[in-house]
């Protein structure tokens, strides 16, 4: 008759041959010894005892990042763990400055958090949600560098108001800011210059889409603006990160 459990869990219609099996595998030796770590768990304890609420500097693609870790929460579940898994893994970071830019705070939702294994182990996730949240003195800072061909001010919540930057007195666009499914734009609602309304847009006119591709495998997936805040969610398909660079961080918090 065919054993209900497995180690500590309950296993309907669990075969006793698994029993020998799943131990086998590879990935998952050493699984039914209960309470044995995986490399990863190390890691995360480690980074939460010691970098959480401290100022991190680093480099990235060639420019410095630096934040203030403020929380940090990973799940680890016994199969997946011996596997260098983990779930429900986030964290938020305030005050990040990357390449001279500043953020007021950043959270992040890493989904399938996993080990790639070799010499020097690597700890990818695809893919990846970046909440950026700043103010508008950020946003124009942001503007200036990337896009300083146009000036924009909130005029509300999910509107701005956009005026070209080199010729502000020809005119303005409010806009409405729209997204859906990972598309984000933006419909005309009214066209005027100085105090003046010139017409009016509407819903009969067609959404012009942003682009929102921001690099090979990153874009914006979503955006709200009012008058104080703009947030901005960004969408990585994919990050790895060598575990030494990691312990490299660890190391240099202590």
């Known amino acids: 008759m065919a054993s209900d ?26 699984a039914k010894n209960w309470g044995v770590k995986s490399p990863l768990e190390p890691l995360f304890d ?26 940090m ?49 690597v ?12 103010s508008w003195h950020q946003v124009n800072a942001l503007l200036q560098r990337y896009a300083s061909d146009f000036l924009i001010e909130p005029t509300g919540s999910q509107r701005a108001r956009v005026r070209l930057a080199q010729h502000p007195r020809w005119g303005w666009l409010d806009v409405g800011v729209e997204t859906d499914a990972g598309a984000v734009g933006l419909r ?16 009969r006119v067609p959404v012009v889409p942003l682009p929102v591709s921001i690099d090979a495998g990153v874009r914006i997936i979503d955006l709200t603006i009012d008058r104080e805040l703009v947030t901005a969610v ?17 190391r240099k918090g202590r």
Request: net charge positive.
């Open 73 to 121: 929460n990973a799940r680890f579940e016994t199969l997946g763990s011996a596997a260098g898994q983990a779930e429900d893994v986030s964290f938020s970071a305030e005050d990040v400055v990357y390449d001279g830019l500043r953020v007021d705070r950043v959270n992040v939702t890493a989904r399938n958090v996993h080990t790639r294994i070799g010499v020097n182990p």
């Open 123 to 134: 700890l990818v996730t695809a893919p990846l949600d970046i909440e950026l949240s700043g």
């Open 5 to 30: 459990r497995f180690g500590p869990w309950p296993m309907k219609g669990w075969s006793p041959e698994w029993n020998a099996f799943v131990p086998s595998m590879s990935g998952y030796v050493g």
């Open 234 to 250: 960004i969408r990585v398909d994919a990050i790895r990160v060598e575990y030494a660079r990691v312990w490299a961080l660890v």
């Open 46 to 71: 480690a980074v939460r005892s010691t970098l959480v609420g401290t100022r991190v500097e680093t480099t990235t693609g060639g420019r410095v990042l630096g934040f203030t870790l403020r929380e």
């Open 188 to 203: 005309l609602l009214r066209i005027g210059r100085g105090t003046r309304s010139l017409g009016r847009g509407g819903r």
